[in-house]
Structure formats: C-alpha cells, structure tokens
C-alpha cells in the first residue's frame, strides 16, 4: 500500500533466507498554497487555503508551523500572528508539502485611554509589584506584558478591554497555571490557538485511552508550549497497575511529542478517589500528582460564571490552579480571560515536573 511519496524497502523472509525489492513511491499530483507569502501584525490572523490536484486532490491536508511562537495554524489552515517574526507555514498531504513564508510584525500602538494622570513620576521604579500614592489613591505599578513599557491602574477599578470591562485585581499571584482535562478534539486545536494568540501556556490532561490517533493535536498543544499530562481514571489509579499503565501511555507520548511526561491527573480530583498506597506508588515512580484549587466550568455553569470564578481566584497570591474542561465553553472564557490577565501582567504557565504539585491527597 503506497501511504506516500519517498522510498521503501519491502523485505520478504522465510526461516533465514530473505529478499528485498526497493519501492519508489510517486504522487502524480501537486500542491499549492494561496497566499504563499503573508505579512500580519501581530493580533492579527489570515486564512490560507490549500489547492491539491492530481492524486492529492480529496486527500487530508496537514497544516504546520515552523514557530508556532511567532505564528500558529489550527487545522482548517487560519493562521494567528503572536509574535514579531518569521515562520513558514507548510500544507502537507502524502507526503508532498508546499509552504508559505509569514512575516509578523508589531502591531500598531494604540493611545492607552486607562492610564491614570494623577499618578507621580515613576521612572526609577522597578519591579512586578509596587504601589505608588497617587492624589489620593493608590495605584499599583505593573509590567504591560510583551512590550517592556508600564502602566498604571487602580485595584478595584473598571477599565474596558476589547468590547470586555473588566475590574482590576487588588493582588497579583505568584503563579497561575491553566488546566484542562481534554479530550483531544478540534475544540482542544482551538484552545491552544487562543492560548497563543495571546502569549499564554496551558496544561492539558489527556486520557491515556484517547492517545492513540490524536498526534497532530498534541504536537500542536506541545508546539505552542504547552504542558501535557495524563488523566487516569479512579479505578485505573487505584487498580496496583496505574504505573505501568502510565509508562505504557508515556512511551506512545515519546514517540508522538518526543516529550514524555510526569505530571498526573485523577478524574474528579484526587481528593476521597485515590487511596494513600497509590499515591505513594505514584510519587516513587517520580510522577506528579495534580489537582486544583478552582474549578472553572463544572457542566452546569455557563462561561460568563467560569470567568467571574477564574477572576476571582486569581485575584489573590500564592499558587492558583484551575481547571476547565475541554468544551466550548472554556474556549469562550480564555477570549475573555487572557486579555485580562495580559494586561495585569499576570502570566498563565504550562506545569513543569519541578513544579510544586498542588495534591488534595495527603501522602502521610
């Protein structure tokens, strides 16, 4: 069966005789990309399309990044400028590609109408967090993200985004790390788009039973800098096989991301589902167990209610972890959410394995 242009060997053996015939695989047929040559600012995004002919015509077309950081491509082929840079963009079907060259640049600087002007001079001031005594207010110093300039605002204070009012934190967390138990589907493609469009990590806990099938979208979450973890069910992370099963899950994630993993997640949380003797399996085997401190869209709650629950646990310090499921609805919150936190300065990381787990399990 020819999957794709390129060369074979077939091997034919009985006992310790055997036979090699070389295959050449050639697609009649070709593939072009419209535009092949894009220039955006950044924010921006545009629509690519793919023209196969030939045997190609009807087959699926890959779409793919060199620097999903600079520009990222979902899978119907729109592109979203995320950063100054370059990147090519390459349309790929059995094994044929053609590409095209994106060049992303600064967007155009907008007059900040939310700046206070009753503030005092801050040029000798540094730091993340710092308040500054206005003519009678407070205001807190913050970094604007991605653009090396400042600002100022006032906590409690409403200051509209986009078509979004948004009313500004009084605290500033240490870290904020963004979950979601995914089910690897478009939906999942469409979440770490809007991750990084706005310049922002996530972690995305998969079932180690939807693996199988799912590479382009998890080298689309990996590309675009994100965490993967492995959700396990209740009764698989209680069965006395939960570390096998997981090493078993991690060497397919090797061989799709070449990035394994050891954060872990138990469905419904760990908290009453996960007995002290797998926990302590678990941790000697060096995974991470992980948890949550909000939860964001439980089924029933709609996405302005998961932002107004998000919202507020971030307005704290310390470590927050949330976590969303991979619906729809998450996608409709981080619209709104990841602008807000971009522009307090507060930056959504992807959980790495040295990170302090947040486990509502007591090892003991």
Partial sequence: YAAGAGTAKITASVGSVSAACDV???????????????????????????????????????WRSSNPAVASVDAAGKVRANKEGSAEITAEALGVKAACQVTVTGSKKQPDNNKPTNNKPNNNITGTKRPITGIGSTFLYMPRQNTGSTFLYMPGSTVTISEFAYTMPKNVPDAVYLTIDSKLDDVTSSIADTLSANAMQATFFVSIDNLYGADDTLRHLTGNGNSVGLLLTPEQANSGNA??????????LSVITGMPTRLVRISGGSSGKLNRDALHALLNAGYRVWDWNTSANESSQAADASYRAVSKAIDTTGTVAVRFDGSVATDTVFRQLLPYMKYCGIQAKAIQASDNAVCNTAAG
């Fill in 24 to 62: 050449r695989v050639v697609i009649d047929g070709g593939i072009t990309i419209t535009p092949n040559r894009v220039s955006l600012e950044t924010g921006n995004s545009k629509q690519l399309t793919a023209n196969a002919t030939g045997d190609l015509k009807g087959q699926k077309i890959t």
């Fill in 243 to 252: 570390v096998a099963l997981l090493d078993q899950a991690n060497e397919q």
